[in-house]
Protein backbone atom coordinates (compact mmCIF):
# COMPACT_ATOMS: atom_id res chain seq x y z
CA UNK A 1 0.00 0.00 0.00
CA UNK A 2 1.35 3.25 -0.72
CA UNK A 3 1.58 5.99 2.37
CA UNK A 4 3.62 6.76 4.93
CA UNK A 5 4.51 4.74 7.44
CA UNK A 6 6.25 6.53 11.10
CA UNK A 7 7.33 4.21 14.01
CA UNK A 8 7.43 3.41 16.57
CA UNK A 9 3.48 4.28 17.38
CA UNK A 10 4.62 4.72 20.93
CA UNK A 11 8.20 5.39 22.32
CA UNK A 12 9.05 5.84 26.41
CA UNK A 13 12.31 8.02 26.81
CA UNK A 14 14.56 8.42 30.13
CA UNK A 15 15.55 12.25 30.65
CA UNK A 16 18.91 13.09 29.17
CA UNK A 17 18.59 10.31 26.17
CA UNK A 18 17.73 11.21 22.28
CA UNK A 19 15.44 9.18 20.23
CA UNK A 20 14.76 8.65 16.67
CA UNK A 21 11.29 8.81 15.12
CA UNK A 22 11.28 6.56 11.64
CA UNK A 23 9.46 8.25 8.74
CA UNK A 24 9.49 6.44 5.66
CA UNK A 25 6.91 7.13 2.37
CA UNK A 26 6.68 5.18 -0.87
CA UNK A 27 4.82 7.75 -2.62
CA UNK A 28 7.56 9.48 -4.55
CA UNK A 29 7.32 13.24 -2.55
CA UNK A 30 10.05 14.92 -2.95
CA UNK A 31 9.20 17.22 -0.12
CA UNK A 32 8.66 15.89 3.66
CA UNK A 33 8.19 17.31 7.20
CA UNK A 34 7.95 17.04 11.00
CA UNK A 35 5.27 18.71 13.09
CA UNK A 36 4.67 18.01 16.48
CA UNK A 37 1.02 18.56 18.41
CA UNK A 38 0.04 19.28 21.70
CA UNK A 39 -3.34 19.74 23.09
CA UNK A 40 -5.50 22.99 22.03
CA UNK A 41 -2.11 23.89 20.27
CA UNK A 42 -2.60 22.78 16.91
CA UNK A 43 -0.05 21.86 14.69
CA UNK A 44 4.26 23.38 15.21
CA UNK A 45 6.52 22.92 12.31
CA UNK A 46 9.62 21.59 13.31
CA UNK A 47 11.41 20.30 10.18
CA UNK A 48 11.25 20.29 6.01
CA UNK A 49 13.02 19.01 3.45
CA UNK A 50 12.33 19.95 -0.56
CA UNK A 51 14.80 17.57 -1.51
CA UNK A 52 16.94 14.86 -0.84
CA UNK A 53 20.22 16.08 1.42
CA UNK A 54 18.11 19.54 2.34
CA UNK A 55 16.60 20.63 4.72
CA UNK A 56 15.26 23.80 6.95
CA UNK A 57 14.10 24.61 10.52
CA UNK A 58 10.71 25.21 11.31
CA UNK A 59 9.45 26.75 13.82
CA UNK A 60 10.37 24.94 16.70
CA UNK A 61 13.82 23.15 15.67
CA UNK A 62 15.40 23.74 18.52
CA UNK A 63 16.24 20.23 20.35
CA UNK A 64 15.57 18.65 17.02
CA UNK A 65 18.00 17.43 14.35
CA UNK A 66 16.61 15.40 11.13
CA UNK A 67 19.14 13.73 8.05
CA UNK A 68 17.61 13.23 4.70
CA UNK A 69 19.83 11.07 3.33
CA UNK A 70 17.12 9.25 1.19
CA UNK A 71 14.25 10.53 -0.97
CA UNK A 72 11.89 7.98 1.04
CA UNK A 73 13.30 8.46 4.54
CA UNK A 74 13.15 11.38 6.92
CA UNK A 75 14.13 10.62 10.17
CA UNK A 76 13.86 13.01 13.34
CA UNK A 77 15.78 12.81 16.56
CA UNK A 78 15.01 14.35 19.59
CA UNK A 79 17.75 15.30 21.42
CA UNK A 80 18.26 16.09 25.28
CA UNK A 81 18.66 18.93 24.65
CA UNK A 82 14.29 19.46 23.95
CA UNK A 83 12.98 20.51 27.41
CA UNK A 84 9.37 19.01 26.83
CA UNK A 85 9.67 16.74 24.35
CA UNK A 86 6.15 14.60 25.43
CA UNK A 87 3.81 14.82 22.26
CA UNK A 88 2.31 13.63 19.45
CA UNK A 89 4.99 14.10 16.58
CA UNK A 90 3.32 13.86 12.83
CA UNK A 91 5.26 12.96 9.35
CA UNK A 92 3.71 14.30 6.06
CA UNK A 93 4.94 14.33 2.78
CA UNK A 94 3.82 16.31 -0.60
CA UNK A 95 4.98 16.38 -4.52
CA UNK A 96 6.68 19.62 -3.06
CA UNK A 97 4.80 21.99 -5.90
CA UNK A 98 3.08 24.91 -4.19
CA UNK A 99 -0.47 23.43 -3.77
CA UNK A 100 -0.04 20.18 -3.83
CA UNK A 101 -1.79 18.07 -1.01
CA UNK A 102 -0.10 17.49 2.13
CA UNK A 103 -0.41 13.40 3.32
CA UNK A 104 0.16 12.54 6.73
CA UNK A 105 1.30 9.38 8.61
CA UNK A 106 -0.28 8.09 11.79
CA UNK A 107 1.88 9.88 14.36
CA UNK A 108 4.09 8.55 16.55
CA UNK A 109 3.71 9.11 21.04
CA UNK A 110 6.88 10.16 22.65
CA UNK A 111 6.31 10.04 26.72
CA UNK A 112 9.19 11.21 28.60
CA UNK A 113 9.36 9.13 32.08
CA UNK B 1 2.28 36.65 5.35
CA UNK B 2 -0.51 33.97 5.55
CA UNK B 3 -2.70 33.10 8.59
CA UNK B 4 -5.77 31.04 8.97
CA UNK B 5 -8.12 31.31 11.80
CA UNK B 6 -10.59 28.76 13.21
CA UNK B 7 -12.51 30.80 15.62
CA UNK B 8 -14.52 28.12 16.95
CA UNK B 9 -12.81 25.51 19.29
CA UNK B 10 -15.74 23.13 19.41
CA UNK B 11 -18.83 22.89 17.34
CA UNK B 12 -21.61 20.85 18.95
CA UNK B 13 -24.66 19.64 16.13
CA UNK B 14 -27.14 17.45 16.37
CA UNK B 15 -27.44 13.64 14.28
CA UNK B 16 -28.99 14.47 11.09
CA UNK B 17 -28.65 18.10 11.03
CA UNK B 18 -25.92 20.23 8.78
CA UNK B 19 -22.60 21.29 10.25
CA UNK B 20 -20.63 24.21 9.50
CA UNK B 21 -17.15 24.67 10.97
CA UNK B 22 -15.61 27.47 9.92
CA UNK B 23 -12.39 29.27 8.92
CA UNK B 24 -11.16 32.52 8.04
CA UNK B 25 -7.05 33.01 6.04
CA UNK B 26 -5.09 35.81 5.12
CA UNK B 27 -2.32 35.79 2.55
CA UNK B 28 -0.57 38.04 0.49
CA UNK B 29 -1.29 36.40 -2.76
CA UNK B 30 -3.62 33.23 -3.92
CA UNK B 31 -4.39 31.10 -1.51
CA UNK B 32 -4.56 27.26 -1.76
CA UNK B 33 -7.20 25.99 0.82
CA UNK B 34 -7.47 22.87 2.46
CA UNK B 35 -9.06 20.83 5.35
CA UNK B 36 -7.90 17.59 7.40
CA UNK B 37 -9.77 15.42 9.96
CA UNK B 38 -8.04 13.81 12.19
CA UNK B 39 -9.54 10.41 14.79
CA UNK B 40 -7.89 10.60 18.16
CA UNK B 41 -4.74 9.19 18.42
CA UNK B 42 -4.63 9.09 14.97
CA UNK B 43 -2.71 10.90 11.74
CA UNK B 44 -4.38 14.28 9.64
CA UNK B 45 -6.62 12.79 6.91
CA UNK B 46 -7.51 14.82 3.99
CA UNK B 47 -10.75 16.31 3.14
CA UNK B 48 -10.94 18.42 0.22
CA UNK B 49 -8.64 21.38 -1.16
CA UNK B 50 -9.47 24.64 -3.18
CA UNK B 51 -6.76 25.44 -5.80
CA UNK B 52 -8.59 27.40 -8.04
CA UNK B 53 -11.98 27.04 -10.60
CA UNK B 54 -15.46 26.41 -8.56
CA UNK B 55 -16.09 27.91 -5.50
CA UNK B 56 -18.03 25.21 -4.06
CA UNK B 57 -15.47 22.05 -3.42
CA UNK B 58 -16.74 18.93 -2.57
CA UNK B 59 -14.37 16.36 -0.99
CA UNK B 60 -14.53 13.36 0.77
CA UNK B 61 -17.40 11.42 3.16
CA UNK B 62 -19.96 13.80 2.14
CA UNK B 63 -18.49 17.35 2.99
CA UNK B 64 -18.32 20.28 0.96
CA UNK B 65 -16.41 23.15 1.30
CA UNK B 66 -17.08 27.02 0.03
CA UNK B 67 -14.49 29.27 -1.21
CA UNK B 68 -15.44 33.13 -0.65
CA UNK B 69 -12.66 35.54 -1.74
CA UNK B 70 -14.48 38.76 -0.59
CA UNK B 71 -14.87 37.23 3.11
CA UNK B 72 -11.57 35.65 2.82
CA UNK B 73 -13.01 32.00 4.06
CA UNK B 74 -13.58 28.64 3.42
CA UNK B 75 -16.29 26.79 5.56
CA UNK B 76 -16.76 23.06 5.90
CA UNK B 77 -19.91 21.97 5.66
CA UNK B 78 -21.83 19.01 5.67
CA UNK B 79 -25.76 18.54 4.89
CA UNK B 80 -26.21 15.93 7.32
CA UNK B 81 -23.94 14.97 10.33
CA UNK B 82 -23.20 11.42 11.41
CA UNK B 83 -22.53 10.85 14.78
CA UNK B 84 -18.88 9.31 13.64
CA UNK B 85 -18.42 12.74 11.83
CA UNK B 86 -17.11 13.65 15.54
CA UNK B 87 -13.53 14.54 15.39
CA UNK B 88 -10.79 17.34 15.42
CA UNK B 89 -10.80 19.37 11.85
CA UNK B 90 -8.22 21.83 10.84
CA UNK B 91 -7.85 24.09 8.39
CA UNK B 92 -4.71 25.05 6.72
CA UNK B 93 -3.96 27.96 3.67
CA UNK B 94 -0.87 27.85 1.86
CA UNK B 95 0.50 31.07 -0.17
CA UNK B 96 1.22 30.46 -3.79
CA UNK B 97 5.06 29.93 -4.18
CA UNK B 98 5.07 28.40 -0.79
CA UNK B 99 6.11 24.78 0.48
CA UNK B 100 4.93 25.36 4.03
CA UNK B 101 0.91 25.65 5.01
CA UNK B 102 -0.29 26.97 8.21
CA UNK B 103 -2.60 25.08 10.22
CA UNK B 104 -5.28 26.41 12.25
CA UNK B 105 -5.89 25.37 15.77
CA UNK B 106 -7.95 23.09 15.11
CA UNK B 107 -11.73 22.67 15.71
CA UNK B 108 -13.41 19.74 17.73
CA UNK B 109 -17.28 18.68 15.89
CA UNK B 110 -18.80 16.80 18.02
CA UNK B 111 -22.35 15.33 16.67
CA UNK B 112 -24.77 13.96 19.40
CA UNK B 113 -27.07 11.16 18.54
Known amino acids: DGGITQSPKYLFRKEGQNVTLSCEQNLNHDAMYWYRQDPGQGLRLIYY???????QKGDIAEGYSVSREKKESFPLTVTSAQKNPTAFYLCASSAGVSGNTIYFGEGSWLTVV | AQSVAQPEDQVNVAEGNPLTVKCTYS??????LFWYVQYPNRGLQFLLK??????LVKGSYGFEAEFNKSQTSFHLKKPSALVSDSALYFC???????????FGRGTSLIVHP
Open chain 2, 50 to 55: YITGDN
Open chain 1, 49 to 55: SQIVNDF
Open chain 2, 27 to 32: VSGNPY
Open chain 2, 92 to 102: AVRDVGSYIPT
